[in-house]
């Protein structure tokens, strides 16, 4: 496989990465805003770490995407 294919490939694989924890973000936060009052204090700060874990993945993986973008333009 050519190194340009093999970086497509692992872009096209990071944008499903991507796409899997933005969903799972969202669903966090709104099942968090959904439950809110009925929740005791450990779910709480337990779903705020998750959420804030997730998106620290989402970042990381955003900037991943644009290296690997950046390597295909010095291709």
């Known amino acids: 496989m050519a190194k340009i294919d093999k970086i497509k490939e692992t872009i096209g ?3 499903v ?3 899997v924890l933005i969903a ?3 669903s966090i936060i709104g099942w968090l805003f ?3 009052q ?6 709480i700060v337990i779903s705020l770490i998750a959420i804030i ?7 990381f993986v955003n900037r991943k995407i644009l290296q690997k973008i950046d390597e295909l333009e010095e291709l």
Not at 38 to 43: E, I, Q, R
Not at 53 to 59: C, F, H, K, Q, S
């Open 13 to 15: 694989y990071l944008k």
């Open 17 to 19: 990465v991507f796409g």
């Open 24 to 26: 799972i973000d969202v």
């Open 34 to 36: 959904k439950n809110a």
């Open 38 to 43: 009925l929740l005791s204090s450990l779910k």
């Open 53 to 59: 874990v997730t998106t620290l993945a989402i970042i």
